[in-house]
């Protein structure tokens, strides 16, 4: 048992202080499309299924997201997507005719220091209305942080878009992103 003990910490070592990947975690991302559409789903150029997507072993790090609805009539979608070890990105996508007819949100949760907790919002376009529990905070983008724990409820307008409202779960050492 020691030596099995010596050759695991021996590897972490020579391996620039990171865990070996058979120790390490990977990361999850779901991507889901409303109404009766569907879509092609790639990551880094590669298809990876068709929506609803889900996936929990993905490597850590960022992806092109691309989104290639069934219906041609219909805008693809592409975006960038930060993935982390351990924890789940979502995204949801609603596609229109134009690109100012689609929309969606993407959630991403990331690990940071000390106990508190940090929802930050960002929006296309910015100075998006943010009202948080049906409290306005401004204007995005924006960073919300010392929330309590627990889901609230994110609701985001502006005049001449479809309000949008999200459950983000705030959990302590932690931040969720809404990008929407």
């Known amino acids: 048992m020691r030596k099995i003990l010596f050759l695991l910490c021996t590897a972490v070592l020579l391996s620039a202080c990171s865990a070996p990947s ?13 109404g009766n559409d569907k879509a092609e789903v790639f990551l880094n150029g590669s298809d990876a299924g068709t929506t609803p997507y889900s996936a929990d072993n ?3 790090g960022t992806y092109t997201l691309k989104l290639v609805p069934q219906d ?31 929309g969606g949100n993407i959630l991403e949760l990331s690990k940071i220091s000390g106990k508190k907790t940090e929802l930050s919002i960002i929006t296309t376009p910015d100075n998006i209305v943010v009202r948080l529990d ?3 905070k401004g204007f995005s983008p924006l960073i919300l942080q010392d929330l309590s724990e627990g889901e609230h409820t994110l609701t985001l307008s502006a005049p001449g878009y479809v309000e949008q409202t999200n459950a983000p779960k705030m959990i302590k050492g932690y931040r969720v992103t809404v990008t929407t």
Do not use: C, D, H, N
């Not at 058979?22 to 409303?34: D, E, H, S």
């Not at 993935?83 to 007819?101: D, N, Q, R, V």
């Open 22 to 34: 058979f120790l390490q975690k990977k990361a999850g991302l779901q991507v889901a499309v409303t």
């Open 58 to 60: 993905l490597k850590t």
């Open 72 to 102: 041609g009539a219909k805008q693809a979608y592409e975006t960038r997507i930060a993935l982390f070890s351990g924890l789940i990105s979502t995204m949801s996508w609603s596609f229109g005719a134009t690109p100012e007819e689609s």
């Open 134 to 136: 049906g409290q306005s």
